[in-house]
């Protein structure tokens, strides 16, 4: 039995018709801001007050709903070239000047030097470390637990062979 397997799953979802949940929401907000602004004007004034209103909210709503620019959404496009005409356009390098640069969005993080502390090591510390590890390897078997037993006695007899011939 052969399934299915999407091809591009970071498409959005289309819920009415070619229509996504974003650009419905999109679409619902400025068309219910156009329908304000003429139920308010319309009963008032001539067309020539409440058209121009209506209709630039209406075409900057569909801008934002469909279209694309170089890949981006029309809303990143238009904060992208919101922040490229805020920022300078050339910069000077001036050595320890100021911060590089300064994220408001992080939080201060307070530096708490921990003392240092020192570790002694002494062949004692050692000789329980290995026995540990020799006794201790979670065997509940009494077999493996005598095997590692006379291991460690080997161990001994063979660091006192040695120690006799080093005097």
């Not at 540990?132 to 007899?157: N, W, Y």
Request: glycine share 6%; aromatic share 8%.
């Amino acid at each position: 039995m052969r399934f299915k397997v999407p091809q591009n799953v970071q498409r959005a979802d289309q819920i009415v018709g070619p229509l996504t949940w974003r650009q419905l929401l999109i679409l619902g907000a400025g068309g219910g801001a156009c329908y304000a602004i003429y139920v308010s004007l319309a009963k008032t004034y001539h067309i020539e007050v409440w058209l121009p209103p209506v209709a630039i909210i209406g075409i900057l709503t569909a801008a934002l709903a469909f279209i694309k620019v170089h890949g981006l959404k029309f809303e990143i496009y238009l904060l992208a070239l919101i922040e490229y005409h805020m920022l300078p356009k050339k910069r000077v390098w001036k050595k320890g000047q100021a911060e590089p640069f300064i994220s408001f969005a992080q939080r201060k993080v307070k530096e708490t030097k921990a003392p240092v502390k020192t570790r002694t090591k002494t062949k004692k510390s050692f000789k329980e470390l290995a026995q540990i590890l020799d006794t201790h390897d979670g065997a509940e078997d009494p077999a493996i637990q005598e095997a590692a037993q006379a291991k460690i006695e080997k161990k001994k007899e063979l660091s006192k062979l040695i120690s006799h011939k080093k005097q």
